[in-house]
């Protein structure tokens, strides 16, 4: 993989009209080191995130020891990394064969479940394998009510007199019982691991035993863009946002038992930019070589606002306008599709014409693990970076409050 020490030197020397992603390792190092030693437990990266090999092999080079895995597909890739890291399995809906292989073949012994029938399939293949319960984890997924750009409880999570039920019946069989939510991806109200808490409280009071461990699942917001127009409050630092978390869970009593987390979004955000190429410039609008059926996908489901900075191609050499004036630009993307537009634009300097670049940050997390192939385009090409996105020389269009207050 080539280096440079940042994307405007890559795009300055390569002129792509493909995507490029800009890998900052040492980036993602710093993140999930960060991340570790603020979260009072164990640390599972969420795999589907962002599952590449190189990502996967600098995070166990960082000391990520555990990953939290839902298919044999990210077994596969966690054991190509690593020999010995731990896998936990959280997808509360799971096909039968899955569990055996993740029993069998992969020696997983963590294993979450929302309903009776997944307690069956886990059961079945247990005793087929005569494995001892007793050797087993089982979280029971309990469902949260939040504010998150994604929302997982309409989906999974058994409602808390159902998760009484399902933990009792669990002990029974002989199983290790735990507890375990999802409030979904990047959170944006700092009350939501609260009410979380008060949900496992509840349950675990009921249970008539001691609980084997609390797993608090993911959902830790990145930082994006902030978009100039919009009137959500800030949201927290991810240190406040934690020190807040390890205070509600010693108030609810959890600071005694084991902890688990699944960060995905949190700790790969910033270890990737994008650089994309301005194919063509029609008034406000920006029609790019990527889109939301490649790396921008996250972006227009989730209304996030990206940053962005421009790399102005120096053969252009006249332009309109002010390079210091910040407007937003509608973005098209690459493929003939016409609802391929971001749900939000980027906010870029007027100057911005047809053949500039643009770098897209913190764009590591469910951007290429989302890729298709439609339409026949399909961004693949790598290179390495040296210093973060926020560093380097001034940008001359970062999408935050903070750069266009300072304008
Ligand atoms: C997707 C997912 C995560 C990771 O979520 P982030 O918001 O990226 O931190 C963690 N746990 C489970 C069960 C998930 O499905």
């Known amino acids: 993989m ?30 999930a080191r960060q991340f570790m030693e603020m979260f009072p437990g164990k640390t599972a990266y969420a795999v589907k995130t962002n599952g590449e090999q190189l990502v996967l092999k600098t995070l166990v080079e960082a000391g990520v020891k555990a990953f939290d895995v839902a298919s044999p597909g990210e077994f596969a890739a966690v054991r190509a990394v690593s020999p010995d890291a731990e896998m936990l399995y959280m997808h509360p809906v799971k096909a039968q064969s899955d569990i055996r292989l993740a029993l069998e073949k992969y020696g997983i012994r963590v294993i979450a479940v929302d309903h009776e029938d997944e307690i069956t399939k886990l059961t079945r293949v247990v005793r087929a394998l005569d494995i001892d319960p007793g050797s087993i984890t089982v979280f029971v997924r309990i469902q949260t009510k939040g504010q998150a750009a994604y ?15 399902l933990a009792q019946r ?9 507890l375990c939510f999802h409030v979904g991806s990047q959170i944006e109200d700092p009350d939501t691991y609260d009410r979380a808490l008060a949900s496992a409280d509840w349950v675990r009071n009921r249970v008539g035993f001691p609980i084997a461990g609390l797993d608090v699942g993911g ?4 930082e994006y863009g902030t978009d100039p127009a919009s009137k959500k409050p800030p949201m927290p630092s991810i240190g406040q946002l934690m020190s807040r978390l390890r205070s509600d869970i010693a108030a609810w009593n959890f600071d005694k038992m084991p902890l688990v987390a699944e960060p995905g979004r949190v700790i790969v955000a910033r270890a990737f930019s994008l650089v994309v190429r301005v194919l063509l410039r029609k008034g406000r609008r920006l029609y790019i070589n990527d889109g939301i059926w490649a790396s921008l996908s996250d972006s227009w489901t989730g209304k996030l606002t990206l940053p962005a900075r421009i790399i102005p191609d120096p053969a ?12 937003p630009f509608k973005v098209c993307g690459a493929t003939c599709d016409s609802v391929d537009i971001l749900s939000r634009p980027f906010w870029l300097p007027e100057t911005i014409d047809t053949g500039d670049w643009i770098e897209i940050g913190h764009i590591g997390a469910y951007s290429l693990s989302l890729r298709t192939r439609f339409n026949g385009f399909y961004p693949d090409t790598f290179v390495e970076v040296t210093t973060p996105f926020e560093e380097g020389e001034a940008p001359q269009g970062l999408a935050t409050v903070e750069t266009m207050a300072a304008e």
């Open 2 to 31: 080539r280096i440079f020490q940042n994307a405007t030197q890559a795009a300055l020397a390569m002129r792509p009209d493909d995507p490029v992603y800009c890998f900052r390792p040492e980036v993602l190092k710093a993140d």
């Open 151 to 165: 929302e997982l409880s309409k989906k999974f999570g058994a409602g808390p007199a159902y998760a009484v039920e």
């Open 170 to 178: 669990l002990q029974r069989t002989g199983y290790k019982v735990g």
């Open 219 to 222: 959902g830790f917001p990145a």
């Open 316 to 327: 252009i050499r006249s332009r309109n306008g002010n390079e210091k004036t910040i407007v």
